[in-house]
């Protein structure tokens, strides 16, 4: 069954080793973030920089995994038909509009979404990781200066994972408005059993 993140907003559930998680993209143009935790052990969590060391790249797609902080695989992805996620910026946080939006009135992040559904598996803010962020564009130039530019995914795009590992997944629909070029929309997902 297709469940619904509605824009803004995120949650939070377990999936089981070998079962897959769908991600999807219903309307287009709209990012999602996820973070992974080992379910027997919260201080095992996904990692930017192990992922990206063992995988060889900063573009990570069909066929990589995505590690975590003790080294060891969490979940591998089976399909991605954008092809674009990037694993280098942090969850959008209140601090990101205040500083990079200059918005110091109450908006809705990443990162609040987050920890406030995470918290009901213990989980903490400052336990919160750095981000595999579906569908999002993050470019660079020569000189590594980056840029976010409005994700490239099309209506009904999504990426297909297969957990390596017990997890406690957060997922959200990102409430960055760079991030999803100038509008919030819902993220999909459906967890697809391994028995059947």
């Not at 996820?34 to 066929?63: A, C, P, W, Y």
């Given at each position: 069954?297709?469940?619904?993140?509605?824009?803004?907003?995120?949650?939070?559930?377990?999936?089981?080793?070998?079962?897959?998680?769908?991600?999807?993209?219903?309307?287009?143009?709209?990012?999602?973030?996820?973070?992974?935790?080992?379910?027997?052990?919260?201080?095992?969590?996904?990692?930017?920089?192990?992922?990206?060391?063992?995988?060889?790249?900063?573009?990570?797609?069909?066929?990589?995994?995505?590690?975590?902080?003790?080294?060891?695989?969490?979940?591998?992805?089976?399909?991605?038909t954008n092809g674009r996620n990037d694993f280098l910026l942090a969850p959008c946080s209140p601090e990101t509009f205040q500083i990079m939006y200059n918005n110091h009135e109450y908006h809705p992040s990443c990162f609040e979404n987050l920890y406030t559904n995470l918290a009901a598996y213990n989980i903490l803010p400052d336990d919160i990781p750095t981000a595999f962020n579906i569908f999002m564009n993050v470019q660079f130039n020569s000189k590594g200066k980056l840029s976010v530019l409005p994700p490239m995914s099309q209506p009904n795009d999504y990426v297909l994972f297969e957990a390596q590992m017990d997890l406690i997944v957060g997922l959200t629909a990102c409430s960055a408005e760079d991030s999803n070029g100038g509008t919030f929309k819902p993220i999909h997902y459906k967890i697809i059993s391994n028995k059947g």
């Amino acid at each position: 069954m297709i469940q619904q993140i509605a824009p803004q907003t995120g949650v939070a559930f377990t999936l089981k080793k070998g079962e897959q998680l769908q991600v999807i993209d219903p309307q287009g143009m709209q990012v999602s973030d996820m973070v992974l935790f080992n379910q027997h052990d919260i201080r095992e969590k996904i990692s930017s920089g192990k992922t990206l060391d063992f995988e060889e790249s900063i573009l990570i797609s069909k066929g990589n995994y995505l590690w975590s902080n003790r080294s060891r695989k969490m979940i591998k992805l089976l399909e991605d038909t954008n092809g674009r996620n990037d694993f280098l910026l942090a969850p959008c946080s209140p601090e990101t509009f205040q500083i990079m939006y200059n918005n110091h009135e109450y908006h809705p992040s990443c990162f609040e979404n987050l920890y406030t559904n995470l918290a009901a598996y213990n989980i903490l803010p400052d336990d919160i990781p750095t981000a595999f962020n579906i569908f999002m564009n993050v470019q660079f130039n020569s000189k590594g200066k980056l840029s976010v530019l409005p994700p490239m995914s099309q209506p009904n795009d999504y990426v297909l994972f297969e957990a390596q590992m017990d997890l406690i997944v957060g997922l959200t629909a990102c409430s960055a408005e760079d991030s999803n070029g100038g509008t919030f929309k819902p993220i999909h997902y459906k967890i697809i059993s391994n028995k059947g």
